[in-house]
């Protein structure tokens, strides 16, 4: 069995400490970026095997190998206010407070990057806070977000381009399957109202 890592946020710091017995702290993790004067308590693991950890401070975001403490992504990216990893460590996506600006639209306050080249991936204008983080198939094939009265899904890391849409009046929430292989799906939830009953829809993200 792996041994264990823990993440802990203390008075001076974000720090890695190994698990029991030790519970020493993990020497391959230095950063003056997890300074406690500008770390803040946002973390994000990929859940399929807890391989990465992302967290943020005042100005930028990060993501580290667990096992070997190494930083492997970092970038740009002041006031983050909540993170997001993929299953497997592949995309981050962060979301910023909106500002108002006089930017017809105003300025783009949600990013997703790939964290193997550093590359920004997209960048758009998410208002509320609300339904902001986008959802992963475990394989990281298909991701999902919400848009108004849309889930668009995008393809193969391709977040240019909205492969599929799902339209569905008054939807208010969603979530996409998180298997590791097709077919995926997607469940949206309408509320109920004095005369129609709560609704459900299902679709099938048949591949292309």
Known sequence: MAASILA??????????????????HEGFH???ADVKTCQTLMSVSVNDGKFLAWANTEQVFVVEVTTGKVVFEANAP????????????YLAAWQRHVACTIPGGLPNMHVWDVKNGKKLKEL??????LWCPQFTADEKVCAR????????????NFETIAKKMHI???????????????????????????????APLMCLAPR
């Open 8 to 25: 802990v946020r203390g008075s001076k710091g974000l720090f890695l400490v190994n698990g029991p017995p030790s519970y020493q702290p």
């Open 31 to 33: 950063s003056t970026s």
């Open 79 to 90: 006031k983050v206010a909540a993170l997001l990893l993929s299953p497997g460590g592949s």
């Open 125 to 130: 204008v998410q208002k509320k806070q609300i």
């Open 146 to 157: 919400m848009a108004s009265q849309e889930v668009h899904f995008f393809e193969d890391g």
């Open 169 to 199: 009046q008054k939807v208010v929430d969603f979530s996409l399957s998180p298997v590791n292989k097709p077919p995926y799906h997607c469940a949206a939830y309408v509320p109920g109202t004095k005369v129609k009953p709560i609704t």
